[in-house]
């Protein structure tokens, strides 16, 4: 998946931790993107480790998932991630806090690097939340 020749769906991506790809990632086509968010996110200054945790549960997942380079990705991407995320929790139970907890994050990340043109309102706007939530005023 790092070299590009795999493309998985988020769902598949979602079902798996990626653990070992900061031993992994260099010299694959993905390096410089995830070496450019991150080190634009320590700039901004995000630690250490929400650097970390932005880029291996939302950054990777996008960049293998759209199959596009960084400066490529678009709200959709995110849209449709959060929306992999909402299913999967409807199907599983599986929380999708900790993607959901560095979603926004990101996204604004990826704004401040002038990748993303709008960052404004409600960042699960199009996403339907899962049932159980539904009734609830659920703040992120």
Not at 22 to 44: C, H, K, M, S
Not at 110 to 126: M, N
């Amino acid at each position: 998946m790092l070299t590009r020749p795999l493309q998985p769906g988020y769902d598949y991506l979602l079902g798996r931790k990626f653990s070992s790809v900061w031993r992994e990632i260099g010299g694959t086509p993905l390096e410089n993107d995830v070496v450019a968010f991150t080190t634009a996110a320590r700039g901004q200054g995000c630690s250490e480790r929400v650097t970390s945790a932005m880029a291996s549960q939302i950054v990777l997942r996008l960049l293998i998932g759209s199959g596009r380079p960084l400066d490529d990705l678009t709200t959709t991407d995110f849209d449709d991630l959060a929306s992999a995320c909402v299913a999967r929790d409807e199907c599983t139970g599986a929380s999708w806090a900790h993607y959901r907890d560095t979603m926004p994050a990101t996204r604004q990340g990826l704004f401040r690097l002038g990748i993303l043109s709008d960052v404004d309102g409600d960042v699960f706007a199009s996403v339907t939340m899962p049932t159980c939530w539904q009734g609830f005023d659920v703040v992120f």
